[in-house]
């Protein structure tokens, strides 16, 4: 039998190849040297390393029982290693980079530093009761005069390296830089732990850095380098520092933690200026309200065991929540007048309530000035609704006033109205000798918002 030949074509068969791995559909491509993420590595390594070691040198516990101006020289030595180290590295192996980090943990060393001198400072100079602290946390000066030349030297030397790295981090704003820096860290070296009073100085610090941050040095080119971002933030470290030091070591009250509340309400204010997308500024808005009125809520709270007069303690909370939620909403988008309303309300009807409370002259004349601010405010923006529920409020603390007047003697009472009613001429007279100033700034501030929202947009 013959064995005959399809018909149909017959295609080449290519050779079977073996994969050069197991399960690898390609041949992975040959890794290369990167010499610029190694030294980036390197220099990120090496100053997490030096910033740790300065920090930590607060919490250090020493059991020699040494000088401790002798450890702060050496905490002080520090910086100056770190800037000959810069200087080194900078002219000698002509390294800008290398260098510029140096100069940046340069300032990064210097707010320890304050801390330290801080409690050197509060051990002769102390405002208050010292409290017992722990050893690694105690620092003393042997007299009040060792710990004046330690400040002295300290600035001597300090200031002209301050100046030498926001120079070389960013040479345009330098001197706004170190003027911001030294101030805040002088700051630190006020003799006062309380924590309230820290709160405060830290939070108005905080504020004022903020704002400098947002309205000059955001926008400015340079600084938005590598370098220009870490000098921007170097400033911000000593009134952390401030309240760090006061949670970790001493006791705090609701008082400190309703004040930490009013600081982050402040800052997403200040921050929420430069949001453009509504929905952000709205939940923007409404958290900054939120934090705000816990905020004073809790520091209100301190107030329960000092004042025992209950329309005080009413007014003392529901005024300042409303005004704080008036504040809050203009920074809101489309719930701005749903806010203010509801601000209004409150102020309103917290007056209200004091006055049903007790019916004593404070609530009374809360609910007259209360009442005439919102009425005037109303008349002046030709809001109807506002005018009559300011004047209400208003016609009824008065109804009170003159009620108490016939059933008590009380010559407060009658010059409290006199004195409110010759307040308001006074003020209509001055309204009206400068409508004119008064009309321009009211359209500035407007432009000014107006600007503001575009500059977001951009």
């Known amino acids: 039998m013959e064995l005959r030949e399809s018909a149909r074509p017959v295609f080449p068969v290519p050779p079977f190849k073996e994969p050069s791995e197991p399960f690898s559909s390609q041949t992975p ?24 070691s300065a920090s930590t040198f607060m919490l ?34 002509k390294e800008g980079r290398s260098a510029r980090t140096f100069l940046a943990l340069v300032l990064a060393t210097m707010p320890v530093s304050f801390a330290v001198l801080g409690g050197l400072v509060y051990s002769q100079f102390h405002l208050e009761s010292v409290a017992t602290l722990p050893s690694y946390a105690t620092w003393i000066a042997p007299n009040r005069l060792s710990a004046l030349l330690a400040v002295a030297g300290t600035l001597a030397i300090f200031l002209p390296l301050a100046v030498v790295s926001f120079v070389a981090l ?12 030294f101030a805040a860290n002088l700051l630190v070296l006020v003799p006062v732990r309380q924590p309230l009073i820290v709160a405060a100085l830290a939070g108005f610090a905080l504020i004022v850095l903020l704002r400098l941050e947002l309205t000059r040095f955001t926008s400015s080119a340079q600084l938005d380098t590598v ?5 921007r933030v170097m400033p911000f470290a000593a009134p952390l520092i401030m309240l760090g030091r006061v949670f970790h070591l001493y006791h705090v009250g609701t008082a400190f933690v309703g004040g930490v509340l009013l600081i982050a309400a402040s800052s997403l204010w200040l921050l929420l200026g430069r949001t ?12 900054a309200a939120g934090a705000a009125g816990l905020g004073w809520g809790l520091c209100w709270w301190e107030l329960l065991d000092a004042v025992h007069s209950g329309p005080v303690l009413v007014l003392a909370l529901g ?40 019916l004593d002259s404070i609530a009374a004349l809360g609910c007259i000035l209360i009442g005439v601010t919102v009425a005037v405010w109303g008349a002046s923006i030709r809001a109807l609704v506002r005018t009559i529920a300011g ?13 108490l007047a016939t059933h008590a003697d009380n010559v407060l009472r009658w010059a409290g109205l006199c004195a409110v009613g010759v307040l308001l001429i006074v003020g209509s007279a001055y309204v009206e000798r400068n409508r004119g100033r008064i ?20």
């Open 276 to 287: 453009s997308t509504e929905w952000k500024r709205d939940l923007g808005a409404l958290a």
């Open 170 to 181: 960013a040479r345009k704003e330098a001197k706004a830089l170190t003027l911001a820096f």
């Open 391 to 403: 004047s209400l409020v208003a016609l009824f603390g008065l109804v009170v006033q003159v009620w």
């Open 60 to 93: 250090q516990h020493w059991h020699d029982g040494g000088d401790d101006l002798l450890r702060y020289a050496m905490l002080v030595g520090q910086s100056l290693l770190l800037a000959a180290a810069a200087y080194f590295v900078g002219l000698s192996m």
């Open 319 to 358: 005024l300042p929540a409303a005004g704080l939620l008036a504040l809050a909403s203009r920074r809101a988008a489309t719930l701005q007048n749903p806010m203010l309303g509801f601000a209004t309300l409150l102020g309103l009807g917290t007056a209200l309530v004091a006055c049903s409370i007790n």
């Open 227 to 231: 370098e220009g971002k870490l000098a």
């Open 439 to 458: 009309a321009r700034f009211w359209e500035q501030a407007a432009a000014r918002k107006l600007r503001d929202e575009q500059a977001a947009t951009a």
């Open 29 to 52: 491509r040959a890794r290369s040297f990167d010499p610029d993420a190694l030294t980036r590595a390197l220099r990120i390594a090496g100053a997490a390393l030096v910033v740790a």
